[in-house]
């Protein structure tokens, strides 16, 4: 995106967030898709509704880029960040010849002290493994090209990550992308060999792995710290010092400790927070309120239903249009049905990445993605059924004299409205298990217990977003085929319905 | 009512299907136009109702030449059921006749008024009215398609191989039936066939044609009596289940 553009996108979206804070908006926490990312951000939460500052915690947002993205344009206040992060991939370019601290001010943002961990990176094999191999250090890794490596998305691809790694031990293995916790499980089954740690994951021990000594000094220190709007000092400057006690409070060991808590011993990140900050930080912070599990299935529910429905409606209402001008207009059609079947061919992540920065985090973007791709099979299908009309039908329309907006509604319509509705059909489906994805960006829905499932290693979990989601997709299949019942006339079903 | 051809024609592709055809249809009278499959007698009913333009010549209704607003006017003023019927799957016989009357916003009481009328015209069981097409017969499809047509009481029926599609019982009793018909509303009807005997037993005047020119026009005992060409001797002989019409039939 061109850069004023760009800007004056950001300060339409500054002042939009600006114009929310004014009536009373809470501070906005984020937290990244990792667990010792939420526990930190539960512990902000506590520490500012402990002040008496309302507050939301957004929690597992997305990744550093999504999360970044809606710091910066006002979406979230505060999320907790590593330097090395800072340094080496969201400000590489701007950090090369000043100091963090003013390219953050550049960004109308602020940072904390370090909370006082080092979560870097690491090389890990099983202890086993590395033991009948005789590896120790990353160097010793160059012996042994057959070894498989599986690096998380992140490390894949970040110039601090796999790309110079190799470059600097000079390796030339076979790599694979997979997600952080997956990963540990692959290497735990014996189906990939090295991965990339977290130096305060407690996988580290469950798992009995042996890092691997960065004898080339590769990695970056990642220092903990909270990022937080600068624009958030004037505005709640009670909940900025409530935060800030945070600083220097947690090392290495207790950070281990806390992640341990929740990832191996399975206590919810916002208990694990609350007793921590109550006991070391401040006896005012005031843990998040407890949810039912039904209530919160509820919740998600609600959230998957509004996502689909809202789009959904605004797919119809679109795509049947453009689908009656694609038949009317043959040569403009194709263009149209073209351009629909692009849309869908974008993939759904690469897709909510791009309509972020025009519609910040949450719901909206979640929607627009869920709608552009609900058109192409009401629009095709639209299509298909008026230029399917059989010619007899057309001249007996226009001897009568109907004219052609009359011709439409009473005749065309209706002859095209089965292959209308199987193409919604197929639309909400696609909506329903796309809205998963939603749980990336702040949307919540079924995504998200799926999403903390992975994460906690937590199968009950999974299954509490993919059994109501595919419920969800049945159902809603079920209710169009009870609606097509009604709607579409006795004539036109096959006749050994017809009666 | 005046319909009127002057030299018209009309042309698919390399193909001439009406080749400068002169044919007046005045009122009251039933014609019926005559001649083998691929003669121009369809393409003669659809330049009728403007469904296709000519490429050459003029089309005049009472004098005047037929202008692109008047079109639907005239497809008002005159009714055309296409082969087969054309009837609307997804609408029931009533529906499917008084589509017009829910178009125009008629009251229902005289929609339902005008339906019991032309069921009674063309001896349509008002029990059947309820159904939908693929439920009726082959000859009630017809039936309901010329109530359609009729609707709106136009002042021409033009009917395209109304008989066609029927088998040999309920083909007699439609034919029967359609002459009953176009008596007792007594307006101009033309009927296309290529079936001599049908064109005799239905129409007043027949129109003989061939590769798109009009042979011959007559009563038919003038074509029989006085034939203009030996082609006309040679279809007429068709008629008496002539090994030509029958391979016609089962196109």
């Known amino acids: 995106m061109n850069r004023t553009l760009r800007g004056a996108l950001l300060a339409g979206l500054v002042g939009a967030a600006a114009g929310c804070q004014a009536s009373g908006r809470p501070v906005v926490v984020a937290s990244k898709s990792f667990t010792e990312s939420v526990i930190l951000g539960e512990m902000v939460a506590a520490l500012v509704r402990g002040a008496g500052v309302p507050v939301e915690h957004r929690r597992q947002l997305g990744g550093t880029e999504v999360v970044f993205r809606a710091l910066e344009t006002g979406a979230v206040d505060v999320y907790p960040e590593y330097t090395g992060t800072l340094t080496k991939e969201i400000l590489r370019k701007e950090v090369a010849d000043r100091p963090l601290a003013d390219v953050l001010a550049a960004h109308g943002l602020r940072a904390t002290k370090p909370l006082g961990f080092d979560n870097s990176y690491a090389l890990a094999m099983t202890e086993a493994r590395a033991a009948a191999l005789g590896i120790r250090r990353v160097s010793d890794l160059a012996a042994h090209p057959e070894l498989r490596l599986v690096f998380s998305n992140e490390v894949m691809n970040r110039g601090d990550g796999w790309p110079g790694l190799r470059a600097r031990y000079g390796l030339h293995h076979e790599a694979r992308g997979m997600d952080h916790d997956l990963a540990y499980r692959a290497i735990a089954s014996g189906g990939a060999d090295v991965t990339d740690v977290y130096t305060t994951d407690p996988e580290i021990h469950a798992y009995k792995l042996r890092v691997l000594e960065d004898d080339r000094h590769f990695f970056a220190t990642y220092e903990a710290l909270l990022v937080y709007r600068a624009d958030l000092a004037a505005r709640a400057p009670a909940a900025v010092a409530a935060f800030e006690r945070l600083e220097g409070r947690l090392d290495n060991p207790t950070m281990i400790g806390l992640n341990e808590r929740t990832k191996m011993a399975g206590v919810a990140e916002s208990e694990v927070a609350i007793d921590f900050v109550a006991a070391n930080v401040s006896d005012k912070a005031i843990g998040a309120p407890r949810q039912h599990p039904l209530s919160s299935i509820a919740a998600r529910a609600g959230e998957h239903s509004a996502l689909v429905l809202l789009s959904l409606l605004a797919a119809i209402a679109l795509a049947v249009p453009l689908g009656i001008i694609a038949a009317r207009l043959p040569r403009l059609g194709r263009y149209v049905v073209g351009a629909a079947g692009l849309l869908q061919t974008i993939p759904s992540l690469a897709l909510l990445v791009l309509l972020i920065p025009l519609l910040g985090i949450g719901s909206p973007p979640v929607i627009a993605a869920l709608f552009l791709y609900g058109l192409l099979p009401i629009v095709r299908n639209t299509h298909a059924g008026l230029v399917g009309i059989p010619e007899p039908l057309e001249i007996s329309a226009r001897a009568l004299g109907l004219p052609p907006r009359a011709r439409l509604r009473l005749v065309e319509l209706p002859l095209a409205l089965p292959y209308i509705v199987a193409g919604i059909k197929t639309s909400a489906v696609i909506a329903v298990g796309t809205a998963t994805v939603g749980a990336l960006v702040g949307a919540g829905g079924f995504g998200q217990p799926i999403l903390t499932g992975i994460r906690l290693n937590d199968f009950g979990l999974i299954l509490q977003g993919a059994v109501p989601a595919a419920l969800m997709a049945v159902g809603l299949e079920a209710l169009l085929g009870a609606v097509e019942k009604r709607v579409v006339p006795r004539g036109l079903r096959p006749p050994d319905q017809a009666r | ?251």
Request: hydrophobic letters at 45%.
């Open chain 2, 1 to 251: 009512m005046e319909l009127r051809l002057a030299n018209v024609t009309k042309r698919y592709g390399t193909g001439a299907a009406v080749d400068g055809i002169d044919l007046t249809f005045a009122s009251g009278r039933t014609t019926a136009l005559l001649g083998p499959s691929g003669c121009g007698k369809s393409t003669v009913l659809r330049l009728l109702v403007a469904l296709v333009s000519p490429d050459a010549g003029e089309i005049t209704i009472d004098g005047r030449p037929l202008a692109a607003e008047d079109i639907e006017a005239l497809r008002r003023r005159v009714g055309y059921v296409i082969q087969d019927g054309g009837l609307f799957p997804h609408l029931t016989a009533a529906e499917n006749v008084t589509l017009m009357a829910r178009h125009l916003r008629w009251d229902p009481a005289r929609a339902a008024k005008r339906l019991d009328e032309l069921a009674a015209l063309t001896r349509f069981p008002t029990d059947a009215l309820a159904r939908y097409p693929n439920e009726l017969s082959g000859g009630q499809v017809q039936r309901v398609a010329i109530m359609r047509a009729l609707l709106l009481d136009p002042e021409m029926l033009l009917l395209d191989e109304p008989l066609s599609a029927l088998d040999p019982l309920v083909r007699t009793e439609l034919r029967d039936d359609l002459r009953a018909i176009f008596r007792s509303f007594a307006k101009t009807v033309i009927v296309v066939t290529h079936d001599v005997g049908e064109a005799a037993h239905l129409a007043d005047v027949v129109v003989l044609m061939r590769a798109g020119r009009v042979v011959q026009q007559g009563p038919m005992a003038t074509l029989a009596s006085a034939p203009a060409d030996p082609f006309v001797t040679a279809f007429l002989a068709t008629g008496n289940g002539g090994l030509a019409a029958a391979a016609e039939t089962r196109r």
